[in-house]
């Protein structure tokens, strides 16, 4: 009888948005009548800019006539076009990283959970709590050690680096999900250091950089001098371009990222990785690709900058709703998240059930995302502008009544 | 500094057909008039049926519309109505396969090689030599031991059980990749009782399930009796309807199958698949999902009939060429592969070098896919017909010249 991995007997039984996903079915079906608004899982709502899809209806097109249909690609990263086109944007806000260095990817989650293999089990991970929750589960699905970075209302929930702890891989996330906080400059530059000093690796989730505007927020890690030695970065068209049911996204590993092996020999991880991902992955799909390539055109990024901007004024109407009942946040600004402590000083599951019983807002309960979000709560900015309004109306009657 | 896994550094250097890629791009540099034919790597050239085109570019016009975009899928797993219809597909050829049981994926290779992930790393894996190397890699990436089953010019290659061993995990390909060779239901039969017997798991691998021909070689080891309690299958569109480009495959994992764990209790695969998948995978690209869908309306399966019996007519041209030669094969029916002995008993990449050299024609050697491949070769019939009849006069010239 083969043997399980039994590692994932020991995690929670489900990803926590299958969670959140199957209790809010109940509730559906136990009050068909209710008007739900849903703030729970991080994802847009917004349609596609056309100059996109006409774009990708254009590749269906290549794929049905002989002499451009497209196979197989070559290397399985991502094909050139799209590999300089992010190589472009890097440059538009002043991170140099050339095309050879991004591998294409169906989505940030997929290498970010998967990013692991290349290491072996008996790291010391670092991760910043509260944080994604793949970042955690991937790492327990192989027994691994974690220890966690503090985020919190002392620190506005951007742990910075104990120099007195060890550790050998390091999660980031700026801006953060889910407590919308992000690193400056300086923050981000003592995280290198920290990371050279342990001769660590960081791996740097970037997938909400579109929603930066303060010009202290660095949009990469590679905007750090001395980054590329050290850090692996993690990007989405998810959350920039609306692509979450289009999945695609990039991975960073600058050739200058080496470690060194037991037998004294030095290894590129991005060698490392590309020969995991060509034994596991077969590249995304080419009209994918060229409707990402899209998003990079002059018109696409004014396109997704107008959805982008509707997003920011959600946000920015949630966060007035906070600072006018008083409820304390972080983020509203430099991301789509505003992460707010339960009013009444309320559990955070427990502030999810009265959320959906009392006014039927669906949000995420800090607590799923580990210990220092117990008593805080994650919404979204990404809704219709009308039903954000009509939930923060609801959420101030709830607020008020207790 | 993190730990690697070291396991990576003991493999070969590069993925199979990244060499070949290499090897090519080489003889192209230095023979840049060369009329090179491809018949190595399995890739489709036919385009794609305008009727799943067409049903993808009007998912992307959904994509551009507020009240038809799709965002996340809730479950990752794949809409309702493609399971629903791969679940059709299956009845079609007399497997009962419900759509719960059925994972849409972004082709079999991610699956194939991630499915390791729930097993322990002290099984004893089975694999057929030769064998799709995604089988021995991803598994020799987490350090486990592997036993083969010798498929041979004595067996026809295809490797049959020996009850004298035992194995955990066990991969079967049928029809094989790269051999062409196929399991009668008879055969097959005694797979899944050996598995039952050593209370192992089979993972099938059906991606060539759409050549088959001969009605005593089953299309699904679930038209076998009992091959829910031992195995999973693993299919894909990409040799079904021409999608190595588009990205679209499934998993099938029958509610039936259960591993019992250390602690006594019984794990249910699928579930513990589905955990891994939600924390390292976000569902296929809807519009892609669409066009699988179209794949198995009417219409759809007239017309990749179509180019399947295209590629059908090259492998019997090819086919015929060998044995008007003498040149030992298998496949060629039932399979897009043909698997023959190299003339002249030279070694698998001598010959590949040679054909390169002498006739421009590339293939794959045998070698690449295991110790029983050594002096064997793979030609694919996934080519244009006019370049697969001018390959085989080429191929004829030189084996009569040697």
């Avoid at 990803?15 to 996903?21: Q, R, T, V």
């Avoid at 530059?189 to 660590?200: G, I, L, S, T």
């Avoid at 068209?237 to 092996?261: D, H, N, W």
């Avoid at 107008?306 to 709703?321: F, H, K, L, V």
Wanted: aromatic content about 10%.
């Amino acid at each position: 009888m083969p043997g399980l991995n039994e590692n994932f007997l020991k995690l929670e039984k489900n990803y926590l948005f299958i969670n959140i996903a199957k209790k809010l079915n109940v509730f559906k079906a136990q009050h068909p009548e209710a008007d739900v608004i849903r703030m729970g899982i991080g994802d847009v709502t917004l349609p596609i800019p056309e100059v996109i899809t006409s774009a990708m209806k254009q590749a269906c097109d290549e794929m049905s006539v002989k002499e451009t249909f497209k196979g197989y690609e070559d290397s399985g990263a991502g094909y050139d076009f799209l590999r300089e086109a992010v190589s472009g944007y890097y440059k538009s806000f002043g991170a140099d990283v050339p095309a050879s260095d991004i591998r294409i990817n169906d989505g940030a989650k997929s290498d970010c959970g998967n990013i692991v293999d290349i290491f072996s089990d008996d790291n010391i991970i670092l991760v910043t709590d509260p944080a994604y929750p793949v970042y955690v589960d991937s790492n327990r699905m192989n027994g691994r050690q974690i220890i966690f970075a503090d985020s919190n209302e002392e620190n506005g929930f951007a742990a910075m680096p104990d120099p007195s702890i060890h550790a050998d891989i390091i999660y980031l996330c700026s801006p953060n999900n889910p407590t919308g906080s992000v690193y400056t400059s300086a923050q981000l530059r003592e995280w290198v250091d920290y990371a050279k000093a342990n001769k660590a690796v960081i791996i740097y989730d970037s997938a909400y950089e579109a929603f930066i505007t303060d010009p202290d927020v660095p949009r990469s890690i590679y905007c750090i001098e001395g980054a590329k030695e050290v850090a692996i970065e993690m990007c989405s068209l998810s959350k920039t371009a609306g692509f979450t049911g289009m999945r695609c996204g990039y991975t960073v590993i600058p050739e200058q990222l080496k470690v060194t092996a037991s037998d004294g020999s030095e290894v590129s991880l991005a060698q490392l990785w590309g020969r995991r991902q060509g034994s596991k992955f077969n590249g995304v799909s080419y009209p994918v690709q060229r409707a990402a390539e899209a998003v990079f055109t002059e018109e696409g990024l004014r396109s997704i900058r107008e959805n982008i901007a509707y997003y920011q004024e959600n946000a920015r109407i949630i966060a007035d709703t906070m600072r006018s009942l008083g409820v304390k946040f972080t983020g509203g600004v430099n991301s789509p998240y505003i992460w707010f402590k339960c009013p009444g000083d309320m559990g955070s599951w427990d502030f999810f059930d009265l959320m959906l019983e009392k006014i039927a807002v669906v949000g995420t309960p800090g607590a799923g995302f580990g210990k220092n979000g117990e008593g805080w709560f994650r919404l979204t900015s990404f809704g219709d502008r009308q039903r954000t309004i009509e939930a923060m109306e609801r959420f101030a009657s709830l607020v008020k009544s207790m």
